[in-house]
């Protein structure tokens, strides 16, 4: 087996990966790879079902969101159904003072950072382009170019080092988001080589979700995403995206490596796109259903909830809890997303410049004048 | 303490003076360390800054820029090195979709403090893509300022300015200007310099109005002096600042000579020359005598070196569009 390669479950993909939930809800104790790394976890029986409730309820808001488009009030959605787990379990596994740097599907990163969720949702709606503050949150603005945030992470890691802030526990750590596709763009190759010259504390999570809207990952790569490391010269390893628990045990692990001050590491979390690329996409014309159904048998709350079935830690009154109230958190999402006022026009005209512009402000005077002139008009 | 010292000496002072000011402050680039960078403006930074504020970057402009966004949301300010204004495209993304909408896409919660220094312009007789002049490409780009410097004295204060400065700042510098002396006051206080985004009257005149910035100021100078001896008096303008544009400094002095003629080697299809002509036409329409002209590089990929001395504009291509002006 090769450097973070693992025994192969009956599911895996050539090669394995590290899983630690078994689609029936079955626990691995505990995963050895190759290169003498033991992952596990070991939670409580309340951390476990705290687990399962943020799956349910991340999957719960997106589809309110998916609803949210079809009706009208989202100008676009990009649904994270089927990878709950790879973004739960990494999520999860963040340390208060790491930062995320994500795509534009990270809503379950966003959740687990304690985040309200209505965040995004300007974006979406349309009434800004995805504005906060990252610091505060840490955790990034969305970023829509293709793998361009891989970069921003790697900067803002190497930052973290001249800062004095790595070597202990207490010591920050990035992780950057992207999928399968973005490992073809030039900004992620170039993040990878600046990451591994610099030793700079940052963890690569890519959700190969199979798909960069309809191409299929034969046409990303030639090996498995997360053999790329090697030759940047850091620990790739590959996990079952949809298992909660692994995404959380190794991400934990390449978090509080990078933190202690070894360096880079790509973890490549495998699993599928349950739903389309974004709501404009139609995936009925490049993926068979089959194929889909086959995702389904491997769905990351189906499992988890299996399993706490199965080990008597949850029982229905605690799934039908979950499941209220992750339908109140919608709904309440619901509402205020259709109280967000749309912006005054004018306001376009702000925060194109620190110390602003004497253009712009023209511009924005003449803008106001413009429309002053409609005022009082017999319309 | 004034001193007489070559452009790329100034920046290099002023590059020292920022790094000093401000321990935020690192510079990153392909050579830009033990080397000085291929025209040595960060000479012997590293050696007293040190390896983490004076970064030798991989080779890819990308990348630099990239990472430097990163360095600045955690706070510091970075001063880029683009090694040539022909290389600097593979950061053209970057640039373009991330540094000059990062403040905007946030609502005003992320500064970048970034500064991309390109030498640009020809004249130096080198190979493809190191004699570019592409500062419309980053002008027409909101979000982004742009500047250029054409003096020893300008180069040291502005290049201060634009580190010191929370707008994302394309810095250009006049590649074949580097090694022309001037006296610098390298005690200067910042507070009292001259403003970043204001153009210069660099030779008053009373009868056309040159506009020109970087490599072309001198040009247009020489040109100025040439114009005295036939009787000409013509007003020279370093505009300095080429996003924004500093127009009242333009019209005002458009409206006392009637001839505006604008100089930049760049090609002239949709440069800074037809913003400046459209401008001035809007706004000082009853003053002019004649159209505004446009003297500049050909629609032509930048010729071969043996033959750039009749694609740059010179002096006397200078006097001819003054001739044509008056012979409106």
């Keep these: 087996m090769a450097n973070g390669e693992s025994e192969v479950g009956a599911d895996a993909p050539a090669g394995g990966f590290v899983q630690l939930l078994t689609p029936d809800g079955e626990r691995v104790d505990s995963v050895t790879t190759a290169d003498g790394m033991t992952y596990s976890v070991d939670f409580t029986d309340d951390e476990y079902k705290e687990l399962y409730r943020d799956l349910v309820t991340v999957r719960r808001l997106d589809a309110e969101a998916t609803a949210l488009q079809r009706q009208g009030e989202l100008g676009i959605w990009a649904s994270l159904l089927g990878q709950e787990a790879a973004q739960v379990g990494s999520g999860r596994a963040l340390r208060k003072q790491d930062m995320?740097?994500?795509?534009?599907?990270?809503?379950?990163?966003?959740?687990?950072?304690?985040?309200?969720?209505?965040?995004?949702?300007?974006?979406?709606?349309?009434?800004?382009?995805?504005?906060?503050?990252?610091?505060?949150?840490?955790?990034?603005?969305?970023?829509?170019?293709?793998?361009?945030?891989?970069?921003?992470?790697?900067?803002?890691?190497?930052?973290?080092?001249?800062?004095?802030?790595?070597?202990?526990?207490?010591?920050?750590?990035?992780?950057?988001?992207?999928?399968?596709?973005?490992?073809?763009?030039?900004?992620?190759?170039?993040?990878?080589?600046?990451?591994?010259?610099?030793?700079?504390?940052?963890?690569?999570?890519?959700?190969?979700?199979?798909?960069?809207?309809?191409?299929?990952?034969?046409?990303?790569?030639?090996i498995p995403l997360y053999r790329r490391a090697a030759g940047y010269g850091f620990p790739g390893i590959r996990i079952d995206g949809n298992d909660v628990l692994a995404s959380y045990a190794v991400t934990r692990a390449a978090l509080d490596q990078a933190r202690n001050g070894q360096g880079p590491s790509l973890i490549e979390a495998y699993t599928y796109r349950m739903g389309a690329h974004t709501s404009s996409d139609d995936p009925t014309r490049y993926r068979i259903a089959s194929e889909v159904e086959s995702w389904k048998a491997k769905d990351p709350i189906a499992r988890m909830k299996s399993f706490l079935t199965k080990q008597?830690?949850?029982?229905?009154?605690?799934?039908?809890?979950?499941?209220?109230?992750?339908?109140?958190?919608?709904?309440?999402?619901?509402?205020?997303?259709?109280?967000?006022p749309d912006p005054q026009p004018v306001t376009m005209f702000d925060n194109v410049y620190p110390h602003g512009s004497p253009e712009v402000d023209a511009q924005r005077a003449e803008f106001e004048r413009y429309h002053a002139t409609f005022e009082g008009s017999a319309n | 303490m004034a001193e007489t010292i070559t452009l790329g000496k100034a920046l290099n002072h002023g590059l020292r003076r920022s790094l000093e000011s401000d321990p935020k402050v690192v510079i990153m680039g392909?050579?830009?360390?033990?080397?000085?960078?291929?025209?040595?403006?960060?000479?012997?930074?590293?050696?007293?800054?040190?390896?983490?504020?004076?970064?030798?970057?991989?080779?890819?402009?990308?990348?630099?820029?990239?990472?430097?966004?990163?360095?600045?949301i955690r706070g510091y300010r970075p001063v880029c090195?683009?090694?040539?204004?022909?290389?600097?495209?593979?950061?053209?993304?970057?640039?373009?979709?991330?540094?000059?909408?990062?403040?905007?896409?946030?609502?005003?919660?992320?500064?970048?403090?970034?500064?991309?220094?390109?030498?640009?312009?020809?004249?130096?007789?080198?190979?493809?893509h190191h004699s570019e002049s592409p500062e419309a490409l980053f002008a027409h780009v909101p979000g982004l300022k742009v500047v250029t410097c054409a003096n020893p004295a300008d180069?040291?204060?502005?290049?201060?300015?634009?580190?010191?400065?929370?707008?994302p700042i394309v810095f250009f510098e006049p590649k074949r200007r580097y090694w022309e002396k001037g006296e610098v006051d390298l005690d200067a206080d910042l507070d009292q310099a001259f403003p970043l985004h204001a153009a210069r009257v660099v030779k008053p005149g009373t009868d056309a109005t040159i506009l020109a910035y970087g490599p072309m100021v001198r040009t247009s100078l020489d040109a100025a002096i040439a114009a005295a001896e036939d009787g000409r008096n013509l007003e020279?303008?370093?505009?300095?600042?080429?996003?924004?544009?500093?127009?009242?400094?333009?019209?005002?002095?458009?409206?006392?000579?009637?001839?505006?003629?604008?100089?930049?080697?760049?090609?002239?299809?949709?440069?800074?020359?037809?913003?400046?002509?459209?401008?001035?036409?809007?706004?000082?329409?009853?003053?002019?005598?004649?159209?505004?002209?446009?003297?500049?590089?050909?629609?032509?990929?930048?010729?071969?070196?043996?033959?750039?001395?009749?694609?740059?504009?010179?002096?006397?291509?200078?006097?001819?569009?003054?001739?044509?002006?008056?012979?409106?």
């Design chain 2, 81 to 128: 090195e683009i090694q040539f204004d022909g290389f600097v495209f593979p950061a053209y993304n970057q640039i373009v979709a991330q540094v000059a909408k990062m403040f905007y896409r946030s609502l005003g919660n992320v500064r970048l403090p970034i500064v991309i220094r390109i030498p640009f312009g020809g004249g130096i007789g080198a190979v493809e």
């Design chain 1, 100 to 222: 995320a740097f994500p795509t534009y599907r990270e809503h379950g990163v966003l959740y687990t950072r304690g985040i309200d969720p209505i965040m995004p949702f300007g974006l979406f709606r349309g009434v800004d382009q995805g504005g906060w503050d990252p610091n505060e949150f840490k955790f990034n603005t969305y970023t829509i170019v293709i793998g361009s945030q891989t970069l921003h992470a790697t900067g803002y890691a190497m930052g973290i080092t001249m800062d004095g802030k790595i070597g202990n526990a207490d010591g920050e750590a990035v992780i950057a988001y992207f999928g399968d596709g973005a490992t073809s763009q030039g900004d992620v190759n170039e993040a990878f080589v600046w990451s591994g010259v610099f030793n700079a504390p940052i963890v690569f999570f890519c959700q190969n979700n199979q798909y960069a809207i309809s191409e299929p990952l034969e046409r990303q790569t030639r």
């Design chain 2, 236 to 328: 020279v303008i370093d505009l300095r600042s080429l996003s924004p544009l500093d127009m009242a400094t333009v019209y005002a002095s458009v409206r006392r000579t009637g001839r505006a003629i604008v100089v930049h080697e760049a090609p002239g299809n949709l440069g800074l020359g037809s913003e400046l002509a459209a401008r001035i036409t809007e706004e000082c329409f009853y003053s002019l005598e004649a159209p505004v002209l446009r003297v500049t590089g050909y629609d032509i990929p930048y010729p071969a070196a043996r033959v750039e001395e009749e694609y740059l504009p010179d002096l006397d291509r200078v006097l001819d569009a003054v001739d044509r002006s008056f012979g409106w």
């Design chain 2, 155 to 167: 180069a040291y204060t502005m290049i201060r300015q634009a580190v010191a400065s929370d707008d």
């Design chain 2, 30 to 72: 392909e050579d830009v360390g033990k080397l000085g960078g291929v025209f040595r403006i960060t000479d012997g930074l590293q050696k007293d800054f040190g390896e983490d504020r004076v970064i030798d970057t991989p080779l890819a402009e990308s990348g630099i820029v990239g990472t430097a966004i990163g360095l600045a």
């Design chain 1, 312 to 340: 008597q830690i949850a029982d229905d009154t605690f799934f039908g809890e979950v499941d209220e109230t992750a339908k109140t958190l919608a709904l309440d999402l619901r509402e205020r997303v259709l109280a967000m």
